[in-house]
């Protein structure tokens, strides 16, 4: 019997892809620095049509490092960037890398009280925001920040070119805000902050083993926490994704809609970097047209979107006429990709073009992936990566594996698995437990491992139900309700049961496709019933359906169960 610690996954690898490979023992500004001596003059990220080379991008993070140090900021400072997929981010992360200082994305879409949460609970030291944000959501709880005493504003314009800054100013297309001083805090505008400033790389040691992100989880369950990723974890995890998919250096094109915020988005944008390639910044993922437009203009060799995304612009005229002759691989993950989606979708982009993946901010992120070039099996997040071991545990005690194609929680061990939540002990010992004198980082997915190696996420331990003593995983209930053809998005979530305490009721959110909107709601809900019943156990079909107009989504595209439950 195939057991976990024979690496059934290993033989299943591509060519040239090996079990264990030597790590960088050092930070990734390292691998930066050669990118920019070999390609200077190649662009690092195109904005809007705008270009931004290597050399230049040093430069300014450069710029910004010493601004930061000038204003009083230490190595293991925090600084949060509350930024959408705009210049500004790339080189204010950059920046405070260079720094020795810690990064922390922020999402520009949090409200005031959020921020404040979220810049308390890191006892953040600087804050780069957008001038919006700075007038509506930040300026109120100034007072309410007693961390806080640096606070850099710009605005989305102010990277661009002249002429396009100039007519967005003047179509006032884009949110604005006033920028006014707060009491015992440093407020200074973005251009400003760097005009004062060297463009030499600061003279600051950085080791491998220090806190480069403070990356917050989603919140999902309690309040959001921070994750300590150390540059040897960001280092480790670049260097997997890198021998794993085999780029060519100075030549790859990379689009993603993941926000730079969320650490996917940010993972990629490093990865691009760190391959000498090009990445096409977004600052809004729900714009397929413009999303389509910069694909025909810029024919990227990698897309790195959430399912809802793919399938969002598999509806995009435009983007079902681009030629796809230059794309390599279209990664998805953060959710379940439905088996009949990815079809309609590679019928546009091409066969076995999808990687479905898998991983979360407590790994930096990456931990399993589809082969690049091999056996892709569809409906798994493909195979853990080089000096990656997985393994799937009991349920209930979390500790014994069980039978390789029994289901357990997944639990993982690697050099991308992070330091521990910040400030959280109780939080930290739950998640990262020893077992064979390895440090495990136990994941709260359901998942479960056939014989060739390949990981299926069944569930979100938090997202299963119980109806009358029987484990139900929302997750496959909606892959199979995916097939029905009025279903656009949809999501299975527990509601209690009032005659069976301790036991919940499987009710079904369905947003349904454009064409069948406008028809009969009681129609439309036996249609999706006698479906579920000919394709599912009966304590698995829905008991309560529930229409909507549009599904709440996360701001990286996940169905919000969160939000679903109330």
């Given at each position: ?169 003047l179509l006032k297309k884009v949110p604005s805000g006033k920028i006014r001083p707060l009491r015992n805090k440093q407020v200074i505008e973005f251009n400003q902050f760097l005009n004062a400033s060297s463009s030499r790389h600061p003279d600051v040691a950085v080791q491998s ?358």
């Amino acid at each position: 019997m195939t057991t976990y610690d024979e690496r059934p996954w290993v033989k299943n690898y591509d060519p040239g892809v090996e079990p264990e490979i030597d790590l960088p023992d050092a930070s990734p500004l390292e691998k930066f620095r050669e990118i920019v001596q070999s390609y200077p003059d190649a662009p690092a990220a195109f904005f809007y049509g705008d270009r931004i080379t290597y050399k230049d991008l040093e430069s300014v993070s450069n710029r910004f490092a010493n601004a930061l140090i000038s204003a009083g900021c230490q190595s293991g400072d925090i600084v949060a960037i509350n930024l959408p997929n705009i210049p500004q981010y790339l080189i204010a992360q950059l920046g405070v890398m260079i720094a020795g200082c810690v990064a922390s994305g922020l999402s520009p879409l949090l409200l005031g009280p959020e921020m404040t949460y979220q810049l308390n609970d890191g006892r953040m030291k600087a804050l780069v925001t957008l001038d919006a944000i700075f007038e509506h959501r930040l300026a109120p709880e100034a007072d309410r920040l007693p961390h806080l005493s640096l606070i850099i504003v710009t605005g989305v314009l102010d990277f661009m070119s002249w002429p396009k800054r100039t007519i967005g100013k003047l179509l006032k297309k884009v949110p604005s805000g006033k920028i006014r001083p707060l009491r015992n805090k440093q407020v200074i505008e973005f251009n400003q902050f760097l005009n004062a400033s060297s463009s030499r790389h600061p003279d600051v040691a950085v080791q491998s083993n220090d806190i480069c992100l403070l990356q917050y989880t989603g919140g999902t369950t309690g309040l959001p926490k921070g994750t300590m990723l150390t540059h040897g974890n960001i280092a480790a995890n670049l260097a997997q994704i890198e021998h794993w998919t085999k780029p060519e250096y100075g030549h790859e094109v990379c689009l993603s809609g993941f926000p730079l915020f969320h650490l996917a988005g940010l993972a990629l944008s490093l990865a691009s970097i760190f391959m000498g390639g090009a990445q096409i910044l977004i600052p809004n993922p729900r714009d397929t047209k413009h999303i389509a437009k910069e694909i025909k203009k810029y024919q990227p060799t990698m897309l790195v979107n959430v399912p809802s995304l793919y399938m969002m612009l598999a509806e995009e005229p435009l983007f079902r006429k681009i030629r796809f002759s230059r794309l390599s691989f279209a990664l998805s993950g953060a959710s379940a990709f439905p088996e009949e989606s990815i079809k309609e979708f590679e019928s546009i982009i091409g066969k076995d073009k999808v990687l479905e993946v898998y991983g979360m901010t407590e790994a930096s992120p990456i931990i399993t992936m589809n082969p690049r070039y091999g056996r892709k099996k569809r409906g798994t997040v493909g195979l853990p990566v080089s000096n990656t071991l997985v393994r799937i545990v009991d349920l209930e005690t979390g500790a014994e594996p069980v039978p390789v194609g029994q289901e357990g929680e997944l639990i993982v061990s690697g050099p991308q698995v992070m330091k521990g939540y910040y400030d959280k002990p109780d939080e930290t010992a739950l998640a990262l437990r020893v077992h064979d004198g390895k440090v495990w980082l136990h994941t709260g997915d359901v998942a479960r491992m056939d014989e060739d190696g390949y990981v299926t996420i069944v569930d979100r331990l938090k997202d299963m139900l119980n109806v009358g003593g029987f484990k139900v995983f929302s997750r496959e209930v909606e892959e199979k309700l995916y097939a029905h053809p009025a279903i656009e998005f949809c999501a299975i979530v527990g509601i209690p049961n009032p005659k069976r305490p301790g036991s919940e009721i499987v009710k079904l959110v369905v947003q349904p496709r454009a064409e069948f909107a406008a028809r009969d709601a009681e129609a439309l809900r036996e249609s999706i019933l006698e479906y579920a019943r000919d394709n599912l156990a009966p304590y698995k079909v829905p008991k309560v359906i529930e229409f909507v107009e549009n599904i709440p989504l996360t701001p990286v595209g996940k169905v919000n169960k969160k939000a679903l439950k109330g």
